[in-house]
């Protein structure tokens, strides 16, 4: 039986940190794609954002999130130019802790417009400092994704971040 | 390596339609993911989700969703069907991802709770809990409109899960 969830490539910091992890030249062989994500950042704040663009398009986003964060429920849009829709622990935070995203993406071959979801949890030991969001996104464009682009809005990604793209196969 | 997430079936919607099911599904598998890309055609449209065609007051949704500039909690109980879509516009022409987990779907003895995200970047993002209260194996699955149809193109897709 085919196997059909599928790690297509993993990216991990090393040492002096990253300001970007891109995934390039990825096959439209599969149906959807999912990317799993763990995170931290260089920003001395308690938590900056990740900018997210498909094929290195610098337009056509949209989106919504709602989010529990510092004991508030709150929702709002996304960039137009990226997708900002993420938050990432900063090194005002609870040290060697990380934020875990989950990207999926279905259809990112097709020709219609990419619809997307967007789920990400920043804990800290805290009781006014913590996250949790989840957003809806869409880029406006019928071309198959084959590039997918996070960087870090505020400093780089510290050592040891990882980020996997998965290929999930219908059929 | 055992294979432990398997595609039971997929839909393309070669034209619009108000419904898509999943029938005959085996209790070969521990959990079901349902995964769909899916638009409104006509006007919005909705998602309701029924299980072995059981049309009663048995499903109840506990949802958290944002427009973009407000965050709200729903609760609907008694309800015929699961609802997945929380604002009244929310799938129209635009296209939006709609993924659901079913646990522990083909047990006898306990009622069925599912997982699920709708994201519709032009209306809402929504975190679901739904139960239907039933403890009959789960051996279809419905994905229906109230109003208009879903879009030719759209794609629903039901995978299984096995556990070790």
Known sequence: MATTYEAIATVTVGAGGASSIDFTSIPATYTDLNVLLCTRSTDTGLRTDIKMTFNGSSSSYSGREVRGADGTVSSTTSNTTYVDMWRINGTSTTASTFTNHSLYIPNYASSNNKSFSIDDVLENNSTSSFYLGFAAGLWSNSSAINQITFTCGTGNFVQHSTATLYGIKNS | ?164
């Not at chain 2, 919005?44 to 949704?61: E, H, K, Q, V």
């Not at chain 2, 709708?118 to 109003?147: C, D, K, M, P, Y």
């Open chain 2, 1 to 164: 390596m055992p294979t432990t997430y398997e595609p039971i079936a997929t839909t393309t919607l070669g034209s619009a339609q108000s419904s898509v099911t999943f029938s005959s599904i085996s209790g070969n598998y521990t959990d079901l993911v349902l995964v769909s890309n899916v638009s409104g055609s006509g006007g919005n449209a909705n998602l309701r989700i029924t299980l072995n065609s059981d049309t009663g007051s048995s499903y109840s949704t506990t949802a958290l969703s944002g427009d973009g500039s407000s965050a709200v909690s729903n609760r609907s109980s008694n309800q015929t069907a699961m609802l997945v879509v929380q604002t009244g516009a929310s799938l129209n022409a635009a296209w939006t991802t709609y993924i659901s987990h079913f646990m522990n779907y083909s047990n006898t003895t306990t009622y069925k709770t599912a997982l699920s995200r709708f994201a519709a970047a032009g209306s809402e993002t929504t975190a679901n809990v739904h139960l239907w209260r039933s403890t009959s194996a789960v051996t279809s699955i419905t994905i229906a409109t109230s109003t208009n149809n879903y879009a030719s193109g759209s794609t629903f897709t039901l995978y299984g899960i096995k556990a070790a």
